[in-house]
Nanobody, 127 residues
Framework: VQLQASGGGLVQTGGSLRLSCAAS????????MGWFRQGPGKEREFVAF????????YYADSVKGRFTISRDNAKNTVYLQMNSLKPEDTAVYYC?????????????????????WGQGTLVTVSS
């Protein structure tokens, strides 16, 4: 599976960005898709995931209510709409795909449970 992330850039506090991640190489609907991020000097952290049909999503507390993850299975693409951005959202954002099937949520908040990773796209939020 190849993942290509795009959409990062420089935005002011309170602004919005939409990240996209296009997948190829495997049946997209069999992949759970997630977004992670790594800020300067920080560990990589979970942001959000969306399950196979797109009907179920889960967010880190730090982004809940501001970010929205969605997927378009016809386009093999997952999105992360980011609103009300804060300087602490500055990070390299990575999309990831998991071929596992689990019914819980905590499993997919851990990066070791993802099989494929995109190259990352930088989001910088200026104050």
């Amino acid at each position: 599976v190849q993942l290509q992330a795009s959409g990062g850039g420089l935005v002011q506090t309170g602004g919005s960005l939409r990240l996209s991640c296009a997948a190829s190489g495997r049946t997209f609907t069999r992949l759970l898709m997630g977004w992670f991020r790594q800020g300067p000097g920080k560990e990589r952290e979970f942001v959000a995931f969306v399950k196979w049909s797109g009907g179920s999503t889960y967010y880190a507390d730090s982004v809940k209510g501001r970010f929205t993850i969605s997927r378009d299975n016809a386009k093999n693409t997952v999105y992360l709409q980011m609103n009300s951005l804060k300087p602490e959202d500055t990070a390299v954002y990575y999309c990831a795909a998991s071929g596992a099937y689990q019914t819980g949520t905590s499993y997919f908040t851990r990066d070791e449970n993802y099989d494929y990773w995109g190259q990352g796209t930088l989001v910088t939020v200026s104050s």
